[in-house]
């Protein structure tokens, strides 16, 4: 199809999944019990954590039991530590118990933790004991007089001891929930300011993964390899959201690194990497990649452009196709993706094509569609845009127009056959003669 402006409308070809996080869960391990759900990537081969979907879906109603002894349906729980297997039963246990999930980086300061904790409202605290020399749940209980909210505190590192002393406890009936409850809270990077909380709903969640796995083709069976962070989208939503809605297998990385990485590929099988492109850079950099077998590989996606000569070396070097992505937070995840059958060009030097159900325009200060391959701010509309900025009215009111448009911040332009690459953002541009220009 050739555009003659720079709006596409949403292409509706299949319809939206009206489900929530726990509701995918258990259509998924009720379809495959007995698949892979999860691999712990830490560890060697032969003692690496596996759950099928339905030993996956059991830690998940365990883990939401042990929530609801504690905490009530709709209250605000911070989780805040590295990537885990428990990182991902909490995720889970919170979806089905009706909690709205705060994720929260684990290498933020005190006075950022502080800010993040008490303008979500959190009123629990799920936290590891260490990361990279930091003790996280130390520095939440430092915070106690300065979050009157927060009234738990549950070590990460003992969830398997939690589980057992909640549940003894009290068990409770898990609570009625639809698509559209709020499911997390992911805050901003605070580029304009402080970090502000996105508010995403089941929906946007569910749907982001399905359509992720969707646009790369994926087959039962697909092994999904992760080295992202689970606090952010990419990680959580994508990774996890993304190979459950597709009955694929998750191996988490703990963190990255590029030598493990390799020997996973080698020892798991994985299909399919995600990522950022400083992160394949260090794979093929590393002394042991000559001797690795990556031969299982047949995908990357990362989320930045990149020069299309390193588009080649990434595809001839490892035999893949590489896949370009954009989202946002505010966008509960991925927005555009790359085609598995698009040019060299357009997988390093654009987003690619929105996915089913985005309507996507770059808009003039009026808000009306540009010309081909002129510039403007890139706007969306569709399944996962946030509900808002938690508690931030008016800051939700210029991100979100009264039409439903998420204007994202950013300068972009589009060509005729729909591919829209980023030039900028609003911050660094002013307006002369009508026309968008860098500061």
Same mark, same amino acid.
């Given at each position: 199809?050739?555009?003659?402006?720079?709006?596409?409308?949403?292409?509706?070809?299949?319809?939206?999944?009206?489900? #929530?996080?726990?509701? !995918?869960?258990?259509?998924?391990?009720?379809?495959?019990?007995? *698949?892979? /759900?999860? &691999?712990?990537? /830490?560890?060697?081969?032969?003692?690496?954590?596996?759950?099928?979907?339905?030993?996956?879906?059991?830690?998940?109603?365990?883990?939401?039991?042990?929530?609801?002894?504690?905490?009530?349906?709709?209250?605000? @729980?911070?989780?805040?530590?590295?990537?885990?297997?428990?990182?991902?039963?909490?995720? !889970?246990?919170?979806?089905?118990?009706?909690?709205?999930?705060?994720? +929260?980086?684990? *290498?933020?300061?005190?006075?950022?933790?502080?800010? *993040?904790?008490?303008?979500?409202?959190?009123?629990?605290?799920?936290?590891?004991?260490?990361?990279?020399?930091?003790?996280?749940?130390?520095? +939440?209980?430092?915070?106690?007089?300065?979050?009157?909210?927060?009234?738990?505190?549950?070590?990460?590192?003992?969830? @398997?001891?939690?589980?057992?002393?909640?549940?003894?406890?009290?068990?409770?009936?898990?609570?009625?929930?639809?698509?559209?409850?709020?499911?997390?809270?992911?805050?901003?990077?605070?580029?304009?300011?402080?970090?502000?909380?996105?508010?995403?709903?089941?929906?946007?969640?569910?749907?982001?993964?399905?359509?992720?796995?969707?646009?790369? =083709?994926?087959?039962?069976?697909?092994?999904?390899?992760?080295?992202?962070?689970?606090?952010?989208?990419?990680?959580?939503?994508?990774?996890? !959201?993304?190979?459950?809605?597709?009955?694929?297998?998750?191996?988490?990385?703990?963190?990255?690194?590029?030598?493990?990485?390799?020997?996973? &590929? =080698?020892?798991?099988?994985?299909?399919?990497?995600?990522? +950022?492109?400083?992160?394949?850079?260090?794979?093929?950099?590393?002394?042991?990649? /000559?001797?690795?077998? #990556?031969?299982?590989?047949?995908?990357?996606?990362?989320?930045?452009?990149?020069?299309?000569?390193?588009?080649?070396?990434?595809?001839?070097?490892?035999?893949?196709?590489?896949?370009?992505?954009?989202?946002?937070? =505010?966008?509960?995840?991925?927005?555009?993706?790359?085609?598995?059958?698009?040019?060299? %060009? %357009?997988?390093?030097?654009? !987003?690619? *094509?929105?996915?089913?159900?985005?309507?996507?325009?770059?808009?003039?200060?009026?808000?009306?569609?540009? /010309?081909?391959?002129?510039?403007?701010?890139?706007?969306?509309?569709?399944?996962?845009?946030?509900?808002?900025?938690?508690?931030?009215?008016?800051?939700?009111?210029?991100?979100?127009?009264?039409?439903?448009?998420?204007?994202?911040?950013?300068?972009?332009?589009?060509?005729?056959?729909?591919? $829209?690459?980023? $030039?900028?953002?609003?911050?660094?541009?002013?307006?002369?003669?009508? @026309?968008?220009?860098?500061?």
């Amino acid at each position: 199809m050739t555009y003659e402006r720079s709006h596409i409308a949403a292409v509706t070809t299949k319809e939206l999944l009206d489900v #929530t996080v726990g509701q !995918l869960l258990r259509r998924t391990a009720e379809q495959s019990p007995d *698949v892979v /759900a999860l &691999i712990d990537g /830490a560890g060697d081969f032969a003692t690496r954590g596996r759950w099928t979907y339905q030993e996956l879906l059991e830690q998940a109603e365990i883990a939401a039991a042990a929530l609801l002894s504690v905490f009530r349906p709709g209250e605000h @729980v911070a989780i805040f530590g590295p990537n885990s297997p428990e990182w991902t039963f909490v995720q !889970l246990g919170a979806a089905l118990a009706g909690l709205v999930l705060v994720t +929260v980086n684990p *290498v933020l300061r005190p006075v950022e933790v502080r800010h *993040v904790l008490g303008q979500s409202d959190s009123v629990g605290v799920i936290a590891a004991d260490r990361h990279r020399g930091q003790d996280l749940v130390t520095m +939440v209980e430092s915070l106690h007089d300065e979050l009157p909210s927060v009234r738990e505190v549950i070590r990460l590192d003992d969830w @398997v001891g939690f589980c057992a002393r909640a549940v003894i406890r009290k068990r409770q009936a898990l609570p009625a929930l639809n698509a559209q409850d709020s499911g997390m809270i992911q805050y901003t990077s605070g580029t304009m300011g402080a970090p502000k909380g996105a508010v995403l709903h089941h929906y946007g969640l569910v749907n982001a993964g399905r359509f992720i796995a969707e646009r790369i =083709e994926r087959q039962a069976g697909y092994i999904w390899l992760n080295p992202l962070p689970l606090f952010h989208t990419g990680g959580c939503v994508m990774g996890t !959201l993304g190979a459950m809605a597709s009955s694929g297998t998750l191996i988490v990385m703990r963190e990255f690194d590029p030598a493990l990485m390799l020997r996973l &590929i =080698e020892e798991e099988r994985p299909s399919y990497a995600i990522g +950022v492109p400083t992160m394949i850079i260090a794979l093929l950099e590393h002394r042991d990649f /000559a001797t690795r077998d #990556t031969s299982s590989l047949r995908l990357f996606s990362w989320a930045t452009t990149v020069r299309p000569d390193l588009v080649r070396r990434i595809e001839s070097e490892f035999n893949v196709t590489y896949n370009m992505v954009m989202g946002q937070t =505010e966008s509960s995840s991925v927005i555009f993706m790359t085609r598995l059958d698009s040019t060299t %060009q %357009q997988k390093g030097q654009t !987003l690619g *094509v929105p996915l089913l159900h985005w309507e996507t325009k770059i808009a003039d200060e009026q808000g009306s569609p540009m /010309a081909i391959g002129e510039a403007g701010e890139l706007c969306v509309r569709g399944w996962g845009v946030m509900k808002g900025y938690y508690n931030l009215p008016e800051a939700t009111a210029v991100a979100i127009d009264s039409d439903g448009w998420l204007h994202t911040g950013d300068i972009a332009t589009m060509d005729a056959d729909g591919f $829209t690459a980023i $030039t900028g953002r609003i911050k660094d541009m002013i307006i002369r003669s009508g @026309v968008l220009r860098s500061l």
